[in-house]
């Protein structure tokens, strides 16, 4: 078979060295943009300053030419009126002219052809002062140099103003190209943030999603945690319920367990465990939780849906109608039959009873380990019934069901031991059934086996809880008396000797004849001190009891002639 291997694409992200493109662009337009502002500033003030420069240059000659006025004017007053004051008012001009003159050659120093005009202008201002110093006082008019003066002044004016025209143009065009720059400049600073921003924006976008997925897996990873904390729970539960119900000795131990561990597991629930009883007729509550629950306590197997279907039956509203018939009063309406059954043979049933629809939810979450739980539970019960069945076959006697002869000679050892032990007394009664032998051979083994059991009866009914009935062997019967004194002892057999004697027993309609019994009684420590020795001194006693005329009691190592 040919394997297919899917093909993997990877697929890079861009988004970093994108960022880091943009960023270092970023950086890049703003350094360009402030080199290009200050550059454009400096332009722009530089303009500035020679626009100024040509306005001061413009207002300096505007003052010269204001002063050749007012030398003209002087001038042509004192030419008219002698006043020395006109001559000392067109001498003071003329000195100013000639300062003036100074500081606007200064001004106009970066620009040949202005220098060459000043130079002329201040020749021709020194001029014009002889003339005002010298032939204005002897009446010669400065008229023709002050023409001259005025002439070189005007043509520097309007040299003056052709470059200050040409340098305001020159700033309005930088400023217009200052403005197209910067809006360039700008738009593609935008562009840049605009991108920048675009991939944050997705960056964000895309970091919000795989927070999501993130968030998602997490939450489906703290589910699926609580899940496994869970069925960790439940399974630890299951464990201690297996290892419980191991070290459980009878089936009672075991009902209790079932039931404390299905409210473990479903706390919210009422929990029943119903047992058939050994009749096979009848269903019996063995353990119940603690509260209410509305159900027989003994009723016909077919009284449940459970039993009758031999399979987990759950009854609920819209899903199952049918109610079982074990209920005392009106039935819930949620509720849980689970037959418990094991090797073939049905055992019972555990009933969950559900107070709501929202715990019924809840145990339907939980039923897989439910059962587990009955299965565990049938398994272990099973068992241990078995163990019980197999106990009592294996120290009962099935004739009379009482203990047989090897439960007894474990049971006295032990007595003897613990009388040793606590410094007391426990006595046997050996008693055997006379003329048995008669018995089954006037009416027939049925009748003498009819008479063993009423005869056991009788003993049962004549000793305490404590006591210990065995059957020894044949007709013949042990009973084991703890912490009972020979005085009581002999007492004790005397009254079940009478007893059985006034017993009349029916067999088949016929009635037999008078049934008595003889009694051989011993003591610790008076007649042995170990199991052999009692049951001995107890054998001898019966014989002398037997040979001493029957229906007696004899004490071990009592003379027979005083009996």
């Known amino acids: 078979m040919d394997a297919t291997t899917p093909s993997t694409v990877t697929t890079k992200d861009y988004t970093v060295p994108l960022l880091l493109l943009a960023a270092a662009g970023a950086v890049f337009f703003i350094c360009a943009s402030a080199f290009f502002v200050y550059n454009t500033t400096e332009h722009l003030v530089a303009s500035r ?56 050659v200064d001004l106009v120093k970066d620009n040949a052809a202005q220098v060459g005009r000043a130079h002329e202008l201040n020749r021709c201002v020194l001029e014009l002062k002889e003339q005002i110093n010298e032939a204005l006082p002897q009446g010669a008019s400065p008229l023709n140099k002050v023409l001259e003066c005025r002439d070189d002044t005007g043509k520097m004016q309007e040299a003056e103003r052709t470059i200050l025209t040409q340098r305001t143009e020159e700033s309005q065009k930088s400023i217009y190209r ?39 897996a997490n939450a489906q990873l703290e589910v699926t945690v609580l899940t496994l904390q869970k069925r960790a729970a439940e399974a630890a539960l299951l464990t201690a319920a297996r290892e419980e119900l191991q070290l459980c000795t009878s089936p009672a131990q075991a009902h209790e367990a079932v039931v404390r561990y299905s409210k473990q597991l479903l706390p919210s629930v009422h929990a029943v465990l119903l047992m058939i009883n050994n009749s096979r007729h009848m269903v019996e509550i063995a353990s119940a939780s603690q509260g209410e629950a509305s159900l027989l306590d003994g009723f016909p ?72 739980l009955a299965e565990i539970a049938s398994m272990s019960i099973a068992g241990l019934n078995l163990r019980s069945r197999l106990e009592h076959q294996s120290i009962r006697d099935g004739l009379t069901n009482l203990y047989n002869r090897h439960f007894m000679e474990i049971s006295l050892d032990r007595e003897v031991r613990r009388a040793a032990r606590n410094h007391t007394d426990v006595s046997i009664l050996m008693l055997d059934v006379d003329h048995f032998k008669k018995f089954n051979d006037t009416y027939g083994h049925e009748a003498g086996d009819c008479i063993l059991r009423e005869v056991a009866d009788v003993f049962r009914q004549s000793v305490r809880v404590e006591d210990i009935i065995c059957r020894y ?43 008595t019994i003889s009694v051989g009684v011993a003591s610790y420590p008076l007649s042995g001190s170990t199991l052999e020795e009692m049951l001995r001194a107890a054998d001898r006693a019966l014989y002398m009891a037997k040979h001493g005329g029957r229906n007696m009691v004899v004490m071990a190592d009592t003379p027979l002639a005083t009996v």
């Open 301 to 372: 197997l077919d009284a449940c849906c459970g039993l009758r279907s031999g399979r987990l039956r759950w009854r609920k509203p819209g899903q199952s109608e049918v109610h079982c018939a074990h209920f005392v009063g009106v039935p819930p309406e949620n509720y849980l039959c689970i037959p418990l059954a094991a090797h073939g043979d049905t055992l019972g049933i555990l009933y969950i009873q559900c107070p709501t629809a929202l715990i019924a939810i809840d145990v339907q979450r939980n039923m897989e380990s439910l059962e587990e």
């Open 473 to 515: 062997g044949g007709e013949e019967f042990v009973i084991i008396l703890p912490e009972t004194s020979q005085d009581s002892a002999l007492e004790r057999a005397e009254s079940i000797r009478q007893r059985v004697s006034e017993l009349r027993v029916r067999f088949r309609t016929e009635a037999l004849r008078e049934i």
């Open 178 to 216: 200052s403005l197209l720059a910067g809006a360039a400049f700008l738009i593609v600073a935008l562009a840049v943030v605009i991108a920048l921003f675009a991939f944050l924006v997705r960056d964000a976008r895309r970091r919000r999603r795989l927070d999501q997925q993130v968030f998602n």
């Open 49 to 104: 300053d020679w626009r100024d420069h040509s306005e001061e240059v413009l207002n300096t000659l505007q003052l010269t030419s204001q002063r050749l006025d007012r030398i003209d004017f002087s001038s042509r007053l004192y030419a008219a009126q002698k006043n020395e004051e006109d001559l000392a008012t067109a001498q003071s001009n003329a000195i100013a002219l000639d300062t003036g003159l100074v500081h606007l």
